[in-house]
């Protein structure tokens, strides 16, 4: 029996993965800093499948929740890192506060960092984090995120040579319905319309169309130090 643990799992773009998996019958892990939404999440897993739903909470941010995730003997499959948080990240650089620059480095890409730290030894498969489209798109509004994402792409190749044969990859998304653009404070349909007019593929991206690219690095076993972009032909406009 397959199991895999996602780190953010509990909403978004994780928790798609996670119904997918528990449909399919697989076991799955969902870790998160809020014990309330864990356990809303698990309840509403639990009825989408077969497959075990188990939660933990955890801060990946630090390195002493990071490491009794992967403590003890038992192994895991694979692991995917979709977590994050957007709060007062956005704006110009002069604006966004040193504190906040912090916070998002510490999770977007140390959090990432600690997770291959952690988990080398006790994944077999693959580990896979979640980059953006603002890495490659920057837009003036977003340059702390834009780094943090566009770092991940470098911090994958490096765990993928250390921790070969297991596959270090990262996803990178575009725009994605998610709880995320709720903290921007936008009307966010109206937004969605303008912006998926600027699209090759003409709309928003779902949590679901997201999940299916982590399954197809996930499962297959010759794509390893690899960014897979799922942007709806962002970068090409």
Known sequence: MTETMIIGGGSGMGFALARVLVAEGEDVTIVGR???RLA??????EQAGNGRVQTKRADISREEDVAEL???DQQVDHVAVTAADATGVYGPTARVSTETARFILDTKLLG??????????KVTGSLTFTSGINAYRPNGSNTIMAAANGALASLASGLAIEMA????NAISPGWVDTPIWNQLG???QAAFAELAQRLPARRIGTPDDIAQAFLAVMRNQFITAT???IDGGHRLT
Not at 112 to 121: D, R, S
């Open 34 to 36: 809020s014990a309330d």
């Open 40 to 45: 809303t999440a698990r309840a509403e897993l």
């Open 70 to 72: 992967f403590a003890g």
């Open 112 to 121: 990432a960092w600690l997770v291959g730290k952690h988990a080398a030894g």
């Open 165 to 168: 044969p297991v596959r270090v």
């Open 186 to 188: 936008m009307d966010k």
């Open 227 to 229: 960014v897979l972009h």
